[in-house]
Structure formats: structure tokens, C-alpha cells
């Protein structure tokens, strides 16, 4: 191995190690700046928020610097700056809720910083204990068993929340199994797809110039599609559904390069839309909401009862504007209840502003940029795949619900990651972060030997 190659692994940990300084500093900046734009003063906590940002960042740093060394510089950085985010948002929510009591809200950003501590021990121990993520190819199928059984709880635990079953009740605790279970099924598509994947690609028919799928190989994506609607009908999740059927359609795809499966993909997505947007009251009532979102603004709408929550957060991004109203001058408490979950992407349109918006989605794209980018130089298929999986897993939540709340499609419900309030979501997404730094230090590893023995670059050929 070249002096050189050696020498890059120090380089890539001290420019993550400027980065998570950087992101403390803005963390702790946002936390100072809501309290004394909101309430003139300090705000209380000062103290417990800035060490635990600062332990947000220097402990998994340490962490990948000892057992993933090699990994991506960008990746911790990025979820980090997310998490700091949304904490800064979360306690600035916490002040105007506490000044509405009619809302019955209890804080959530002194919780939420615990929740961020349990996910980075979690992501610090994925990081000790995983190895090898090739490790992980052979409980599959265990994997899918335990996710199925994840996925089905909820409808067997009584009552609902918020109209959708999505959550496990134990005393006083709760877990949304959904979470999970999308990174449960990254993981054994990935295998699955690693083994069938010549079958899956290169057999089949023409029709109409397009290679449709051989019938014997449609059997997997007819039971997820299967599963998807059971989870929409029982649960009334429209959001894990989307989620878990696009993650299968995505890694097929960038398994065989068949467009054919993304069309059966689309078409079975839209069936089964439709069926159960017809059929579910839950799911078709806020369809409806999606189609005529100022409704419950009328004296008829009011009289029903009707939601208002997506029509005050149309209202939230138009008056944000171009550069907000800035932070802790808008009116969040106006969305209700929601405000610091599903919807708290309006109080980043509302008070950082259209800007404030896009920097946040482009933290997100970047992230999701990285993971793909570790599946490209991933050699060995299940690492390329699981890295894609998970991204995708990502940006599909993302859209999902910033789709829902800027009225793009229906509500789903699920937790913006990283920002919104919710442990179950901030866990599985610090796991999420630990397997991509995992994937990317072993295609790392693997890598600069073969360029140090003089084998070209990914893109690059040899010289005759």
C-alpha cells in the first residue's frame, strides 16, 4: 500500500472532525438565538444542549475514526447537522406550546435529546460489533421474519392514534415497528437480489417493445405489493406502505436495469392506490383533504369538524417566503398538535423561508448523494445494494412527507427524519447512518489496495 493511501483515512477523520465542530457551533447558535429571539434571555438548558451536542459529534467520531476509518467523511456530519436542527426547532416549539395550554402539549426537546443519545450509542455499537456488513447477508431471511412480525403488531394492539395503528404500547412507552422494518427490508432485498438477480434480469418476454417480467419471477413483487395494501387496510399507514413497496421497486431496478419492473412497479402501485382510497374510510378521507384542503375554512367544513392542519400549513409556506419571518416569529401553534411531527417542515417555510427550506432538502439529498456514492464504490453486490437501499429508504420518507405537507400528495403522517419528535424514527435512522459508514470503510479497504497494486480507478481503464 502507497504512502499516499495510507495517508487518507487521516484526512478523511480530520475533515469530518471540522465538519461535527461546525455543526455543534450551529447547533448551539440555533438554541441560543430561539431563546433570546422568543423569550430576551438565555434559554434554560443551555448548558445540557451544548454538551450534548458536543457529545453528539466527538463521540461517534471517535468511534469511526478507531473502527471505520476509511468511511465517509460527509455522512456523520450531515446527520448530525439534521439532528442539531431539529432539536433547535423542537425547543422552539416547546416555548410556544407551553404558552398555548389549550393545545395540551408536553415538551418534547429535553426527550428528544435523550432519543439522540440512545441513536448514536445504537449507531456506535452497530459500528463496534457489525464488522463486516456481508455479516448481515446471512440472517436474511430471519431478518424479513422479524420485520414481518414488526410490521403486522401494531394492528394487534388495541386502539389507534391519530387514525392509523403504528404504533406498540408497552406501559408507558411507545415503538413504531415501521421505522425498522424499512431497514430490515434494505437489508434482505439485498440478499435476496444479490442471489436471484441473473434470473430476474435476464429472462422474460417482449411485448410492445418493452421485456416484461418472467411470470415464475413476478411472485416477489406481487406478495410485497400484497403486503403493502394488508398494511394499508389493518393499519391505515399509508406512509410505511409507500415506503416499504418503493424501497423493493428502487433496489429491483438498480439490481437487474429493467425498466419493466419499474412499470409493474407504477402500475401495481396504482391499483392498489386506488382500491383502497376507495374502500378505507381513513385513507379516502384524507384523500379528500388532499383535493379540497381549504374546505375546513368554511362554515360547512367547520360544522363536520373537518381538519384544518393542511391549510394552515399552505398558509405557513406562503407567508414564510423567500427568507422567513425568522426563527421563533411564526405562528406554529396554529397547525395544532402536529406542529413538531409530521408537519414541522412548515415552521422551516414559515420562519427560515423558502431558503431556509431547500437548505434543509438539499441536506437531505446529500446525505441520500453519499449513500449512493458509497454503493458505487461498494464491489461486492449486497453492499451496493444495501447502500441503495437505505438511501432510498430515505428520500422516499423525505418525499412522502414533504409531499404531504405542501399538499403534493396526501398526508401519510410519518416522521420527517432526523427533525420531527419520535424516537422510534431518530433510532433507526442513527442504524441507518452506522451501516452506510460501515458499507463505505469496507469498499474503502477494498479499494486502495487495488489501486496501490496499480488496478485503475472505478470509470478509469487500463493502458495497452
Known amino acids: 500500500m502507497t504512502f499516499a493511501a495510507l495517508a487518507q483515512a487521516p484526512d478523511r477523520r480530520r475533515t469530518e472532525a471540522w465538519l461535527l465542530a461546525l455543526v455543534a457551533l450551529i447547533a448551539v447558535f440555533g438554541y441560543v438565538y430561539t431563546g433570546l429571539s422568543m423569550t430576551g434571555r438565555l434559554p434554560d438548558g443551555l448548558v445540557r444542549f451544548a454538551v450534548g451536542m458536543v457529545l453528539v459529534a466527538l463521540v461517534p467520531h471517535l468511534v469511526v475514526r478507531r473502527f471505520a476509518p476509511r468511511a465517509d467523511p460527509l455522512i456523520l456530519p450531515v446527520a448530525a447537522l439534521l439532528t442539531g436542527i431539529g432539536l433547535v426547532l423542537l425547543h422552539r416549539l416547546d416555548i410556544t406550546y407551553a404558552a398555548t395550554p389549550r393545545l395540551k402539549m408536553a415538551p418534547a426537546a429535553t426527550g428528544q435529546l ?35 412480525v414488526m410490521l403486522m403488531a401494531p394492528a394487534f394492539f388495541p386502539g389507534d392514534t391519530f387514525g392509523a395503528k403504528r404504533w406498540i404500547f408497552i406501559g408507558p412507552l411507545s415503538l413504531q415497528p415501521g421505522e425498522f422494518v424499512k431497514i430490515a427490508i434494505a437489508v434482505f432485498f439485498a440478499g435476496y437480489l444479490t442471489v436471484n438477480r441473473d434470473a430476474l434480469a435476464l429472462t422474460g418476454r417482449r411485448f410492445l417493445g418493452v ?100 391549510g394552515q400549513a399552505l398558509f405557513s409556506f406562503g407567508s414564510g417566503g423567500i427568507g422567513g419571518s425568522g426563527l421563533g416569529q411564526g405562528h406554529p401553534e396554529l397547525i395544532g398538535f402536529a406542529g413538531n411531527s409530521d408537519f414541522i417542515l412548515t415552521t422551516v417555510g414559515e420562519e427560515l423561508g423558502l431558503a ?27 453492499g451496493k445494494l444495501l447502500a441503495v437501499g437505505l438511501s432510498g429508504a430515505l428520500l422516499l420518507q423525505v418525499f412522502v412527507v414533504t409531499g404531504g405537507v405542501t399538499g ?10 432526523f427533525l420531527a419528535k419520535g ?17 463505505s470503510d469496507r469498499a474503502r479497504r477494498r479499494q486502495e489496495p487495488a489501486r496501490a497494486a496499480g488496478e485503475p480507478k472505478a470509470g478509469e481503464t487500463m493502458a495497452p
Open 211 to 310: 421485456q416484461l417480467p418472467p411470470g415464475r419471477q413476478l411472485a416477489p413483487i406481487f406478495t410485497i405489493w400484497a403486503i403493502s395494501l394488508l398494511v394499508l387496510v389493518f393499519e391505515r399507514d399509508l406512509g410505511t406502505s409507500l415506503i416499504f413497496f418503493g424501497v423493493f421497486v428502487i433496489m429491483l431496478y438498480m439490481a437487474t436495469e429493467r425498466t419493466s419492473w419499474v412499470l409493474c412497479g407504477l402500475a401495481l402501485a396504482t391499483v392498489g392506490a386506488i382500491t383502497v382510497g376507495s374502500i378505507e374510510p381513513h385513507v379516502k378521507g384524507r384523500i379528500e383533504a388532499w383535493q379540497n384542503p381549504m374546505t375546513a375554512f368554511t362554515p360547512e367544513g367547520r360544522a363536520a369538524g373537518l381538519s384544518d392542519q393542511l
Open 423 to 439: 424516537g422510534s424514527s431518530l433510532v433507526a435512522n442513527w442504524v441507518m447512518v452506522a451501516l452506510l459508514l460501515r458499507v
Open 356 to 382: 431556509g427550506m431547500m437548505a434543509v432538502l438539499l441536506l437531505y439529498v446529500l446525505l441520500a448523494q453519499r449513500g449512493f456514492r458509497v454503493a458505487l464504490t461498494a464491489r461486492d453486490p449486497f
Open 114 to 148: 435523550v432519543w439522540t443519545g440512545i441513536g448514536v450509542a445504537v449507531c456506535v455499537a452497530v459500528l463496534i460489533l457489525l464488522k463486516d456488513h456481508r455479516l448481515l447477508q446471512r440472517y436474511i431471511y430471519l431478518t424479513m421474519a422479524v420485520a414481518l
Open 408 to 417: 403534493l400528495i396526501p398526508l401519510t403522517g410519518k416522521a420527517l427524519p
